[in-house]
């Protein structure tokens, strides 16, 4: 962290990885399932595929009873494009947070972690949903604050779900106009649906408990993914 700056996260160490809680005010209820580690890294980020199949809708389903779940994968890489971190976040239904804010806020856990390692050149972010910048969340604000805090940083969004762009929601103009701005930062940011191709990689690397999923084939599937991931993200 930056001398002076004031840290909002605890972060803790498991066999497996860190489970992170984005505010140090939050603890377990019975309202959020996930309360108080929205944040989980290494092994820990791995989700169920039930979940995972769920929320992402592989093949594509009604959002209907999604509206309220947010499950975005994150992997952090360093200017030589060697993965240093990968993780997840989730929202909080107790609270109203969106996955973003409890990443890129102010003194939350990408500063502390972009500060600590020295060599992040790339964050690339798999979500169910498109940012917002509905005026409770701001998510497209956090992001923009923190690229131009970190000016060395590209970022790389890809989502499943547009969140609240139809006209039927009042905050669709808004939405959509922070989208655009986002875009309009390319090349150093990349907004795009995710492609049918990046099923495999996020099977590999954020998911546990895959029906007939063997060891030896999930070790080939992960080079393959990987190589495709190194020489072209998530395009193709």
């Not at 669709?172 to 990689?201: D, F, H, I, K, M």
Request: overall charge positive; proline content about 6%.
């Amino acid at each position: 962290m930056n001398p002076g700056e004031k840290t909002i996260f605890q972060e803790y160490l498991t066999n497996q990885g860190t489970v992170v809680k984005p505010y140090c005010c939050q603890r377990q209820n019975h309202i959020c399932a996930k309360c108080p580690y929205h944040i989980r890294t290494g092994e820990e980020a791995r989700v169920p595929y039930a979940e995972f199949d769920r929320v992402f809708g592989f093949p594509y389903r009604s959002t209907a009873a999604l509206r309220n779940k947010h499950l975005l994968f994150y992997e952090l890489r360093s200017f030589s494009g060697s993965t240093v971190q990968k993780g997840h976040a989730t929202n909080c239904t107790d609270r109203g947070y969106h996955a973003e804010p409890m990443l890129f806020g102010v003194g939350g856990y990408l500063d502390a972690v972009t500060d600590a390692y020295g060599n992040i050149g790339c964050i690339i972010l798999c979500s169910n949903y498109s940012p917002c910048n509905e005026a409770y969340h701001c998510c497209v604000s956090k992001i923009y604050n923190f690229l131009w805090k970190y000016p060395e940083i590209t970022l790389c969004i890809y989502f499943s779900r547009l969140y609240h762009t139809e006209d039927g929601f009042p905050t669709a103009a808004w939405n959509r106009e922070a989208l655009q701005s986002l875009s309009s930062l390319w090349p150093r940011v990349t907004l795009q649906r995710l492609p049918g191709g990046a099923q495999c990689y996020l099977l590999c690397n954020f998911v546990c408990g895959i029906p007939g999923f063997l060891p030896s084939i999930k070790r080939k599937l992960t080079k393959l993914c990987n190589f495709v991931i190194n020489n072209k993200y998530l395009i193709g």
